[in-house]
């Protein structure tokens, strides 16, 4: 036995023992057993002083200073310490291991719950609390289908089929959609994991209304250019007829080519690389030449004027500015009536560039406002047709703006107006 100190602590007994004999045996007397005996009680007070040693010790295990012992104690009592200091090293790195799981799980940004094999919480991390409105001081330990009530849940929890996520609005907001997808692990332990995916959603519902609305725009037109063309086909018409019905088509066919003109300047918004911050664009010349369009779209029909305040340019992408300003320019003349007067103000200040568009049209309701930079959206769907509108020109001018880092206010009174004004940051003027 290596390093054992039980043949010492044998030794001694025995040494004891075989001294006792034979001083026993050379005084033929009792000299023997005293010898013997005070071999023992020495032993034994010296057993009993490391018993001792070792109670005091492992009531409080000190390891600053090493346990030390003699003869065939020490040897005992430094492996003891050796032992218990390396299991205190490996409690404290399994601690600290664990301490950094918690606060990794704590970091997530996903939503994390653990129960334990009844279904209890046993752990969540803030961002679940949050989502599913639970209270960790007074929620753990409670079963989590007493928390989280939603009927088609609690089925899904019960049911085991976890191949999926479920999705629910969350407990704590009506208003958000939550993913639960539950993991079962170590067992019969459940791991859920909960993601926010209400932005996901609006998306895909985005996309769809997009794709329907795009569809029925196209669908109009359509129909009625084949209408058309069944007309000119199966009746025998005259020249004059002829082409007043040729006129019809190529106005459909002009509306379809609008249309998709704009959705492919949306989609070129949604995807190019962000406007330039170096390039200029002169705008006295961009200005002069949105009133001289303005002009051409009115026909005559109305008064239009501009105005300079303060003199400056703007940084960024010069298709993408004018297409925004003349949108709002071109929607003035198509929403005020004949006679009506169009003001356009381009101004510099240390605060930034405003261009502004203003009419005294047919105005819009505030009700209307919020909603009138959505793709599609129209006050009057039938007014915005007949003056060759698809309902994508303010989106395009929201999107253009915002690439440039300006907004769009937006000021009407029905009957009496409105005041469209793309508002440029400082970032952006070079005077
Ligand atoms: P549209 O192609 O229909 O003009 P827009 O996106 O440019 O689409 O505008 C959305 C809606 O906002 C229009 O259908 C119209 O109802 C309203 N609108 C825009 N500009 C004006 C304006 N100057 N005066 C009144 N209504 C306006």
């Known amino acids: 036995m290596k390093n054992s100190a039980i043949p010492g602590a044998i030794f001694a007994l025995l040494l004891s023992a075989v001294l006792g004999a034979l001083i026993g045996w050379a005084s033929q007397g009792w000299l023997g057993w005293a010898v013997f005996s005070a071999g023992l009680l020495w032993q034994l007070f010296y057993h009993l002083r490391h018993f001792v040693l070792l109670e005091r010790w492992s009531r409080q295990p000190g390891l600053t200073t090493r346990l030390q012992g003699t003869g065939a104690w020490d040897e005992v009592l430094a492996r003891l310490y050796r032992h218990e200091r390396a299991l205190k090293q490996e409690i404290g790195e399994a601690r600290h291991n664990a301490n950094m799981y918690v606060a990794a799980g704590q970091a997530l940004i996903d939503g994390l719950l653990s129960l334990d094999p009844a279904g209890h919480i046993e752990w969540c991390n803030a961002t679940a609390e949050e989502m599913l409105g639970l209270n960790r001081r007074t929620d753990l330990g409670q079963p989590l289908v007493n928390l989280v009530r939603h009927p088609e849940f609690v089925r899904h929890y019960h049911q085991g089929d976890y191949s999926r996520p479920f999705s629910m609005p969350s407990p704590a907001d009506e208003s958000r959609v939550l993913s639960l997808h539950i993991v079962i692990y170590g067992g019969k332990r459940r791991l859920v994991q909960i993601r926010d995916i209400t932005q996901s959603r609006r998306l895909d519902e985005m996309r769809r209304d997009f794709v329907a609305n795009v569809s029925h ?47 492919l300047v949306l989609s070129n918004l949604e995807s190019s690389p962000p406007p330039p911050v170096t390039e200029r664009v002169n705008m006295t010349e961009m200005a002069a030449k949105i009133l001289r369009d303005a002009q051409a779209l009115s026909a005559g029909r109305h008064r239009i004027s501009l105005e300079n305040e303060g003199a400056g340019d703007l940084l960024g992408s010069e298709p993408e500015i004018a297409s925004a300003l003349s949108n709002l320019a071109s929607n003035a003349v198509r929403y005020t009536p004949e006679g009506g007067e169009i003001r356009l103000f381009w101004q510099v200040n240390g605060n930034g560039a405003r261009f502004t568009v203003e009419d005294n049209g047919i105005g819009i309701d505030a009700k209307y406002l ?25 989106s395009i001018v929201k999107h253009a703006l915002y690439r440039h880092q300006a907004h769009l206010e937006i000021e009407s009174v029905p009957g009496k107006g409105s005041r469209f004004t793309a508002c440029f940051p400082p970032g952006r003027v070079v005077s």
């Open 217 to 263: 725009e196209l669908r109009t037109p359509l129909t009625v250019l084949s209408g058309f063309i069944e007309t000119l086909d199966g009746l025998d018409l005259d020249a004059q007829e002829r082409q007043y019905y040729l006129k019809l088509m190529a106005e459909q066919s002009t509306r379809m080519q609008r249309l998709l003109d704009e959705l």
């Open 370 to 394: 919020p909603r009138l930079t959505e793709r599609f959206y129209r006050v009057d769907r039938s007014r915005s047709r007949e003056t060759g509108g698809t309902g994508l020109g303010l």
